[in-house]
C-alpha cells in the first residue's frame, strides 16, 4: 500500500469531493507535505494531519470523519459512497451542487426563461479539480522520451515562450525626464520661448538596446538524442528575437543562422541537414571554439553579446586548447551559459576533462533537458545583471589526463 499512498489519497480527495467537502489541489498539495513529517505507521497522526488540512468549515467534520472511518479501511474499495453512508450523520448534511450556470444551459442573463426545448437532457459539469494536465506532464518530460505527438505539442509550447534578454545601456543618449547629462541645446530653446526668470533644466538619458545573443550547439553523437528538440528550439528562438547567430559543431564549426530564418520548421531542418556535414560525428570543442574566436567573435560578439553554449561537455579533443579558447570567449562577451542537457539527471556530475577545463570560464552552468528547464532559461536571461561578471586573469589548472573522460 505504501508505494500507491499518493494515490489513494488522491482517491480520498475526490471521494470527500463527492460529499460535499470543498477540496482544492492546494490542500491536497499541503496533506502530501504533511506526511513528511508524520510516521506513516501513526493512523492517529495522519488523521489529525488530514482533518487539518483538508477541513475548512464545522459542518464538514462529522462527514469527514465517517468517511476517514469507511475509506482507509480498505482504499482499494473507497471511491464511491456506499448508501446510508452519510444519511444516517445526525443533522443535515449540505451538499453542493455542480450546478450549471445560466448561461451555460441556455438561460439569458436576466433570468428569463430559456426559448429552447424544455426537456432536452441537462448539461453535464464535468470536475476537473483533481485530474492532471497533460502539458504540465509534457513540460517536466525528458526531451529524449518524447513521442511524435509529443514533439508537435512541444513545437507550439517553444513558439509561445517569450525571450526578452535584459538591455545593456549604450553610449547614446536620449531626451529623458532625469538623468546624470544636462541638456544645454533644448534648455536655451525653451527659455528662448518663455520670457522670464526662471529656467527650468532639461536632462539627457542613456539609450538602452537589447543584447545581441550568440548559440553554440553540440551535434555529436552523444547529443543525438537532444538534437532534434534543440533545433526545434534554436528555430523558435531565432524567430522570437531578431539579433541571434546560431551555430552547430562537432568536428568542424558551421553557421546556420540564414537557414533557421525560413519560417516554415520543416523547410529549415532541411537546409541545415544539406549544410551541416558533421553530423553524429566527434567532439572537438577546442577546435571549434578556437575557429569561431578566430573567424566570428568580432562579428557577432559586440554590443554585449551573451554567448550560450549547449552541450554534454565531451571532448575528445586538445583539453589545454579548449581552456584558452574558453578564457578567451569568455573575455569577449558579457556572458557565457553553458547548457548541458545532463545536468537536469539526478545525480550528475560534470566529471569529464571537458567539463573541468570549461567549468572556470563559465558564468551560468544551467539544464536544457525538458521544456520547464527552457522556461527558467527565459526568466534567467530576461534578469541578468546590468554589470558582467569578473574575468578570471589567467588559465585555470592543469586538467590531469588521468580523469574520467
Known amino acids: 500500500m505504501a508505494g500507491h499512498l499518493l494515490d489513494h489519497l488522491v482517491r480520498f480527495g475526490r471521494t470527500l469531493r463527492a460529499a460535499g467537502v470543498p477540496i482544492t ?16 505507521g501513526d493512523r492517529e497522526a495522519f488523521y489529525h494531519a488530514a482533518r487539518c488540512t483538508l477541513i475548512c468549515r464545522h459542518e464538514d467534520l462529522e462527514i469527514f470523519d465517517r468517511i476517514f472511518e469507511w ?28 450546478r450549471p450556470r445560466p448561461a451555460e444551459v441556455g438561460h439569458p442573463p436576466s433570468g428569463e426563461p430559456p426559448t429552447g426545448n424544455p426537456e432536452a437532457p441537462p448539461v453535464i459539469l ?30 507550439r509550447l517553444m513558439a509561445r515562450l517569450r525571450w526578452r534578454i535584459s538591455e545593456r545601456e549604450t553610449r547614446r543618449l ?22 522670464g526668470e526662471w529656467v527650468r533644466l532639461l536632462w539627457r538619458t542613456r539609450k538602452h538596446k537589447p543584447r545581441p545573443l550568440v548559440v553554440l550547439c553540440d551535434i555529436s553523437g552523444s547529443m543525438e538524442r537532444y538534437a532534434r528538440m534543440l533545433l526545434h528550439f ?30 516554415d520548421l520543416d523547410e529549415a531542418l532541411r537546409e541545415v541537414g544539406k549544410t551541416v ?46 581552456q584558452r579558447e574558453m578564457e578567451r570567449l569568455q573575455k569577449s562577451c558579457y556572458r557565457l551559459i553553458w547548457l548541458n542537457p545532463l545536468l537536469g539527471i539526478p545525480g550528475y556530475q560534470p566529471l569529464t576533462r571537458g567539463m573541468q577545463a570549461a567549468l ?46
Open 126 to 155: 464535468a470536475d476537473r479539480a483533481m485530474t492532471y494536465s497533460p502539458i504540465e506532464l509534457l513540460r517536466r518530460k525528458q526531451f529524449e522520451r518524447f513521442s511524435e505527438e509529443e514533439i508537435q505539442l512541444a513545437r
Open 234 to 263: 534554436l528555430h523558435a528562438l531565432s524567430h522570437t528575437r531578431r539579433h541571434v547567430e546560431t551555430f552547430v559543431f562537432g568536428t568542424r564549426l558551421t553557421r546556420i543562422t540564414r537557414c533557421l530564418r525560413h519560417r
Open 360 to 405: 572556470p570560464y563559465i558564468d551560468d552552468f544551467l539544464p536544457v533537458h525538458n521544456l520547464a528547464s527552457l522556461e527558467q532559461l527565459a526568466a534567467h536571461l530576461e534578469q541578468l545583471p546590468a554589470r558582467r561578471s569578473a574575468r578570471r586573469s589567467g588559465l585555470a589548472r592543469r586538467i590531469p589526463q588521468g580523469e574520467p573522460e
Open 277 to 322: 556535414m558533421d553530423w553524429s560525428g566527434g567532439t572537438r570543442i577546442g577546435e571549434c571554439l578556437h575557429v569561431f574566436n578566430r573567424d566570428w567573435a568580432r562579428r557577432v560578439l559586440g554590443r554585449g553579446a551573451v554567448v550560450m553554449i549547449i552541450s554534454d561537455g565531451w571532448d575528445r579533443g586538445d583539453v589545454e586548447l579548449l
Open 25 to 40: 489541489p492546494g490542500q491536497m498539495m499541503n496533506l502530501v507535505r504533511a506526511l513528511e513529517w508524520i510516521p506513516l
Open 174 to 195: 536620449r531626451p529623458g525626464p532625469k538623468g546624470e547629462h544636462l541638456d544645454l541645446r533644448r534648455t536655451v530653446r525653451r527659455s528662448m520661448r518663455h520670457y
Open 71 to 98: 475509506f482507509w479501511r480498505n482504499p482499494l474499495m473507497g471511491g464511491q459512497l456506499p448508501p446510508g453512508l452519510l444519511s444516517t450523520a445526525p443533522g443535515p448534511i449540505r451538499r453542493r451542487e455542480n
